[in-house]
Every structure is written in structure tokens, then in C-alpha cells.
């Protein structure tokens, strides 16, 4: 059963739960309205009975007579005449005869019951009602003991309301003497329920039908972008990474949606782009040296052979050959961690003092360059120290390769600021061209390419150094160059812990 719902489709099956939902409500609210009437309708018939009953029953108690005194002996005229109270009412089956009679009428029928529940008084004779329905049992037991009861009764298929009333007699505080049934049909209570629920029943249907216009009318245009987005999704799949929903009308959750998938699509086709192109350098740059290694070797193997010059020459040349290519391979092993979003391994660090350490490092490719390290406020801030030890030879790496052996020199400042800490890198080297400094950062991207790879740099260390950098939460300032007079990079880091994107299992 399950199986064939999610068969339907999301158009038909929300239609089904808007109208089936609305089928529900519409018979629970006309339920409701239905009892309830007939509940009033009956409650307001019995207490119209019951007003009658005691507006009768209130005349049941004879007034008081006046009686001519017994003459006195000696007749006084100047006394006045006084009258005595005598209380002499009729006897209870007239009482309760004219009752009986007073509360018959064409639509309803009263008798007078004894204890026994044998009629005392009959006044069907003057109504067309003439079928008493059976008494529920203790019902006639409670209206004795003065309690007042009213039951629903079926007599010959039609329903019947039974209204019991004790009879004080002679007085209001004397005993019940009797009880008073009175009998009315339910006929027009019947009709005006009959009339009701058809026009319940009308109503319904009729919702119901304008709901299924509406619901599906209303879903065919909710579902309207979805179709687009399954057509594009369709030729995504084919290839074609440049197809877009485009709904910039829309600015429910359905354009959200289609907005959030445009965005998705157009990352991915940078990424794409971007890989194709990583894929394409990596391939070009791994080819030139596998080329001179392979150009070496075809050296080694036509040199005559007792040649130890030329042999030296050329296993020279392919050393730096191989060690050019193991750096391109260590570059493109650490962009591929840093790509899989690997959590570093943050912990507190003194920056400078880490600066410092890189540099001490370094001291074989410094030569007799001037480089310098200054610190300013507190320099303590998260990081992970073999990713930013990477990053500082990233950057003194390209500062080295870009100055003068001899009159080179290289600033950097550690500079401590409230909640982060700024790092800069200055040297007096060649420059950056302004049209390359925004590009600088791009893979496998030479400013100057013929010195770079003399330098066997592989094009990739300053975009390792931008994605350490924005790993730990950090920011890549623009570069500051000028022609002849060198050239400075700057980048912040956070003080605090940041936290990054969850790492992926390696």
C-alpha cells in the first residue's frame, strides 16, 4: 500500500491529503452542527413543555373564599363584618382530568400517572396522539421522589420526547400525588434535521469539488519549478553544466530552492572548470621535466662513453630535474589535503617565535640576504604549526627567488591586534606587475615564468598559502607591489579558535 502511495505523484498526492484533510474537517465541523441543533431543538421543546406544565400547575392551588359569618346573638351594626378562611379544594382526580385536558394539544399528549405508573387522567381524547411510549425503568421512580425527567423514546419507527413532572397537591410543599407525562412527536425536529442535513451534505460536496479545482490548480503552480528544475537537472546530466532555473520572480521556498540549486550548478561548474584546469597544468608541468629527464637519458645513452664531464653534466641536470618534479608532486599532495578540508591541529602558537624558526631553516637559501623579524604586541594566536610553518616558506620561498642574493632584504612584521594577528611579509625585490597581483594566488600561476622554474618552483606555493590561510579562519589582505622597489603580502589570522568545516575521513 505504502509502495503504490509514493508511486503517485507529489502533484496527486498532495491534492489527495489537501482534500482529504478537508473532507475531515468539513464532516467533524457539520457533525458538530447537526447534534448540536438537534440538541437545542429537543432541550427547547422540553422546556416549552415544562413552562406549560407549570404554568398550569400553578393554578392547581385554590384561592381563598370568603364566608359569611354565624349570626350573633345580639346583632351589633356598628361592629364590622369579618369574613373566615375556609380551604376546601377539589378532590384529585378532578384536578388532575382538567390538568390532563388544559395540557393536550394537537401536537402533544399529557397523561396523569400514579406510583404504579396507571393513568389517572387521559387526555388523548382531545389529541390525534394516541400512543403512550413505554416509561425507561426508574424513570417514573425519579420523578416520584420530586425530580423532574425528560427521556427520547422510539414508538412505530418515529421518535417521541417524554417530559415527567411531579404533582405537589394540595399545596406547593405537600407530597407528590401524581405525575404529569407529556408526550410530544419529534416530527418537526425531524424535518428541520432532515432539511439540515442535506443542505450539510450539499455544502460538503460542493467544498469538496471547488477544493479539488483549487488543490490542483494550486499545485500544478507550486509544482511548476519543480519540473523545470528535474528538465534542467536532466541536461546537467548530460554534460551541459551551463543550464539554470532562473527564478528571480519567486521568493517563496520554491525560488529559494531553485536560487540555492543555480548556485550549487554554478559552483560546480567552476569546480569543473577549476579541476579541468588543475588537471591540464598539473599535466604540463609534470610533463617538462619528465621530459628533460628523458631528453638527459637519451644524452647519457649516445655520450661516448669514458666521458665523466658530460656524464656529471647530465646527472646533475636530472637531479634537479627529479627534485623539481618530487616538490611538484609534495605541492599537489598538500593541496589535495588541503582540499579534502582535513581539521588542522589548532593549538596556541607564539608567530613570531615560529617565524623565526622558518627562517633559522632557511639559512642555506638566505645566503647573504638581510632578513629580519619583528614583533609587535601579543603575537599568540590558534593555528596548526606545521601548516603555518608551510605557509611562512611559502611566502619567504618567493621573497628569497624574487631579491638579490647579495642586497636583498626581507621584513616581517608580526603585529598583534585585539581579536586576530597580522602578518607581513616586505622585500626589495623585482615587483608584481599590477595586472598579475590580483592572480598571484591562482594554481600554477608564474609571474615570471622562465625564472620560476629555473628557481624549481612549481607555481603552486601561493595558493597553499591562501588555503592554510583560509582554513584556519583567516584572511588574504591585496597585494602591495611596485615595479623595481618589491613587493608585500599581508594576512590575518584569528586569535581565538575558529571552527572550521567538518572534516572527511581520510
Not at 527564478?247 to 520554491?254: F, G, I, N, S
Not at 599532495?333 to 617565535?353: E, H, N, S
Not at 624574487?402 to 626581507?410: K, L, N, P, V
Not at 592554510?468 to 611596485?482: A, K, L, M
Request: proline share 5%.
Amino acid at each position: 500500500m505504502l509502495t503504490r502511495w509514493n508511486d503517485l505523484s507529489l502533484r496527486l498526492r498532495l491534492t489527495l491529503l489537501y482534500v482529504g484533510l478537508l473532507t475531515i474537517l468539513l464532516v467533524t465541523f457539520g457533525a458538530f452542527l447537526y447534534f448540536d441543533s438537534r440538541n437545542f431543538m429537543i432541550s427547547t421543546t422540553a422546556f416549552r413543555l415544562q413552562a406549560l406544565a407549570f404554568n398550569s400547575m400553578g393554578h392547581l392551588v385554590p384561592g381563598e373564599s370568603l364566608v359569611p359569618p354565624p349570626p350573633r346573638q345580639i346583632p351589633d351594626t356598628r361592629a364590622p363584618i369579618t369574613a373566615t378562611v375556609e380551604f376546601s379544594p377539589p378532590p384529585f382526580e378532578i384536578v388532575a382530568r382538567n390538568l390532563a385536558r388544559d395540557l393536550t394539544w394537537q401536537d402533544y399528549t399529557t397523561v396523569i400517572l400514579d406510583q404504579k405508573g396507571a393513568i389517572i387522567a387521559d387526555g388523548r381524547e382531545y389529541s390525534g396522539q394516541t400512543i403512550l411510549p413505554a416509561l425507561a425503568p426508574g424513570l417514573l421512580a425519579r420523578t416520584w421522589a420530586g425530580e423532574m425527567a425528560t427521556s427520547i423514546t422510539t414508538v412505530a419507527g418515529q421518535e417521541m420526547l417524554v417530559v415527567l413532572m411531579p404533582i405537589h397537591y394540595p399545596r406547593r410543599e405537600s407530597p407528590v400525588v401524581g405525575v404529569i407525562q407529556m408526550t410530544n412527536p419529534l416530527d418537526f425536529v425531524d424535518q428541520v434535521l432532515g432539511r439540515q442535513r442535506g443542505l450539510i451534505l450539499f455544502g460538503v460536496l460542493v467544498t469538496l469539488f471547488i477544493g479539488t479545482i483549487v488543490g490542483l490548480w494550486l499545485t500544478q503552480t507550486a509544482l511548476t519549478p519543480l519540473r523545470v528544475m528535474i528538465a534542467v537537472c536532466r541536461r546537467i546530466a548530460g554534460g551541459d553544466l551551463s543550464q539554470r532555473v532562473n527564478l528571480p520572480q519567486r521568493r517563496d521556498e520554491t525560488g529559494q530552492l531553485a536560487s540555492a540549486f543555480d548556485e550549487m550548478v554554478a559552483r560546480l561548474d567552476d569546480a569543473f572548470t577549476t579541476q579541468r584546469q588543475f588537471v591540464a597544468d598539473a599535466s604540463h608541468e609534470l610533463r617538462t621535466p619528465l621530459t628533460a629527464i628523458s631528453g638527459s637519458l637519451e644524452v647519457l645513452l649516445l655520450a661516448p662513453e669514458g666521458d665523466p664531464e658530460t656524464t656529471r653534466r647530465v646527472l646533475h641536470g636530472m637531479r634537479r630535474e627529479v627534485q623539481r618534479l618530487t616538490r611538484l608532486v609534495a605541492d599537489l599532495l598538500t593541496l589535495t589535503r588541503l582540499d579534502a578540508r582535513r581539521a588542522p591541529k589548532m593549538q596556541m602558537l607564539d608567530l613570531a617565535a615560529l617565524t623565526r624558526d622558518v627562517v633559522e631553516g632557511m639559512r642555506s637559501l638566505i645566503k647573504n640576504r638581510q632578513v629580519v623579524v619583528e614583533a609587535e604586541g601579543a603575537v599568540e594566536g590558534f593555528g596548526d604549526a606545521d601548516q603555518l610553518k608551510q605557509v611562512f616558506y611559502n611566502l619567504l620561498d618567493n621573497a628569497i627567488h624574487s631579491t638579490d642574493a647579495e642586497t636583498g632584504t626581507i621584513t616581517v612584521r608580526v603585529q598583534g591586534l585585539d581579536d586576530a594577528v597580522r602578518v607581513a611579509i616586505a622585500d626589495n625585490g623585482a615587483g608584481i606587475p599590477e595586472s598579475a597581483r590580483a592572480r598571484v594566488f591562482e594554481r600554477f600561476y608564474r609571474v615570471d615564468k622562465a625564472r620560476t622554474r629555473a628557481g624549481g618552483g612549481s607555481g603552486l606555493g601561493l595558493s597553499i598559502v591562501r588555503s592554510i590561510v583560509e582554513g584556519h579562519g583567516g584572511t588574504i589582505e591585496p597585494v602591495e607591489s611596485d615595479l623595481g622597489r618589491g613587493t608585500t603580502i599581508r594576512f590575518v589570522l584569528p586569535r581565538k579558535r575558529v571552527e572550521t568545516i567538518t572534516p572527511r575521513e581520510a
